[in-house]
């Protein structure tokens, strides 16, 4: 059991007939968590006869405490260490995301990107053919059964011949590797034709892009390079209809294949949330990701105008997670992203692996980041780092390291233990941590430490007031109709259908 500072009168508590759990106040309840991601409401009088051991055996709770694992007495400790070791499934597996930078050059000068965009004129940074194929071998090495290479930039769809050879480079290898193996581009859509396109869509390569908003707050965002006409927002729009129209002429389920999209959100995002929800319920885009600004880059030089406090991104969250569960009640089927994120972790019996919010996090054990020249990093965002002059997450180079170097470098290692939430002062004991995660790159690029402060991080400051928001409204769902809502949210379907076989 662990068991914060209680400022009111002294709790007695039986530690010899309780599970282990941590806990919070919520909403007038005591939240209690557990290693499996259980967690139970109790009011404040029946949580201290909970510590005491004095619930009598009629209570309505006493059943599901004993099978969360909460009490003591007949505890299937077993059945507990299944239920752990099935959230941790992604452990053992190894890098399975591997982020590939086909090139630095972009068309787009975005407000808040990081400092490793290169003009359109340097061609010097694509990735050449002879170092994607080595990414391909070097990549395929993984122990991980599922294999995505996700390509990114700069605009990678600039080197779309990097893009095509490790496409069908991979394809090939896969016949003797069998891995379950997926291809993405995150892509601006400004530099889309109609022949990159379709081979994309004939591919099955899936599509994400960038939509931060309606047109003035996008093209404010996310401006073009020069004198470039282009109006980013309406190429953005136009190709994802394209898209989408395409996947449904090909007889395709449009609930499972669609353009996702990400936005990234600024100050003047902060202003127009409800604008920004109800353009992505008009696109059909299924996953509105409300998402705050990382501190890398040009953001960290261009802050006074883009920026904001937590609390005042908390605050506008709050707005958004009600409006997008408003709209599922009114029939319409949306998301927001990041909060689906946790209710997988809540709600269901398995972490959903998103390497960036899990412990210990991916950086090098689940995910992988190419430089376009073949330095190898933890993550993508190891090299956003390097570009700002700190090569310090570089551990290693497709020329000359092998596999075993990299999972097991030293760098790696040290992420994991900084990331590992059983072992960090006040992670440990805090309720959010079966859900939680931390990224050290964050603290490093905020503190110069690994292991940062992390009650003082911005990101704990977001997780936790995620969470209690998901709590508080489970707790005043007396209907069950928000819980309904949020369990529709970690529905997951595989993309398999005749077509993209």
Request: hydrophobic share 35%; net charge negative; aromatic share 10%.
């Amino acid at each position: 059991m662990r068991t914060g500072t209680i400022k009111a009168r002294k709790l007695t508590v039986a530690p010899e007939k309780l599970g282990y759990f941590r806990y919070a106040r919520v909403a007038g309840k005591v939240v209690l968590t557990n290693d499996v991601g259980e967690f139970h409401f109790l009011s404040e009088d029946d949580f201290r006869l909970f510590l005491r051991a004095e619930l009598p055996e009629d209570h309505a709770d006493i059943a599901q405490l004993r099978f969360k694992g909460f009490l003591r007495e007949d505890l299937d400790t077993d059945a507990i260490a299944d239920r752990v070791r099935r959230k941790k499934h992604f452990l053992p597996n190894g890098p399975h995301l591997h982020a590939v930078i086909t090139t630095l050059r972009c068309n787009q000068s975005c407000r808040y990107c990081h400092a490793s965009r290169a003009d359109m004129s340097r061609v010097d940074t694509d990735m050449s053919l002879e170092t994607a194929k080595k990414v391909v071998d070097f990549a395929m090495q993984t122990t991980s059964s599922y294999v995505n290479f996700e390509f990114q930039g700069g605009e990678p769809t600039i080197n779309m011949a990097a893009i095509k050879f490790i496409v069908e480079y991979s394809k090939e290898k896969n016949k003797y590797e069998n891995k379950v193996l997926v291809h993405s581009v995150v892509t601006n859509m400004t530099y889309m034709t109609e022949e990159n396109a379709n081979w994309l869509i004939e591919n099955d390569v899936l599509v994400c892009t960038s939509l931060d908003g309606p047109e003035g707050l996008h093209n404010w965002n996310r401006a073009m390079t020069g004198n470039d006409p282009t109006n980013a927002y309406k190429d953005v729009v136009r190709w994802i209809k394209y898209f989408n129209q395409k996947y449904i002429e090909m007889g395709r389920d449009p609930n499972l294949w669609h353009v996702d999209a990400l936005m990234t959100t600024t100050s003047k995002s902060l202003a127009m949330w409800k604008e920004v929800v109800d353009l992505y319920l008009e696109l059909g885009i299924r996953s509105v990701h409300f998402r705050p600004l990382n501190p890398f880059g040009f953001a960290t030089k261009t802050w006074h105008k883009i920026g904001y406090t937590p609390k005042e991104f908390n605050d506008v969250y709050v707005k958004v997670l009600d409006y997008v569960v408003q709209l599922n009640k009114e029939g319409h089927e949306i998301i927001e992203g990041t909060a689906a994120t946790f209710l997988k972790k809540m709600l269901t019996a398995r972490d959903p692996n998103f390497v960036d919010i899990r412990s210990p996090v991916g950086s090098g054990t689940g995910q992988i980041g190419y430089s376009y020249d073949g330095t190898i990093y933890p993550s993508d965002e190891g090299r956003m780092v390097a570009a700002m002059g700190d090569d310090i997450f570089a551990i290693g180079h497709v020329d000359s390291s092998t596999y075993e170097e990299i999972v097991r470098h030293p760098t790696v290692r040290a992420i994991a233990v900084a990331s590992l939430l059983d072992s960090l002062p006040s992670c440990s004991t805090c309720f959010n941590a079966p859900y939680c995660g931390v990224r050290p790159l964050h603290n490093y690029m905020n503190g110069g430490d690994l292991f940062g402060q992390r009650p003082n991080t911005p990101k704990c400051a977001e997780y936790m007031h995620m969470t209690k928001q998901l709590f508080q409204r489970l707790i005043e769902d007396n209907e069950g109709e928000v819980e309904a809502i949020f369990r529709r949210w970690v529905i997951e379907r595989p993309r398999t259908d005749d077509t993209s076989q």
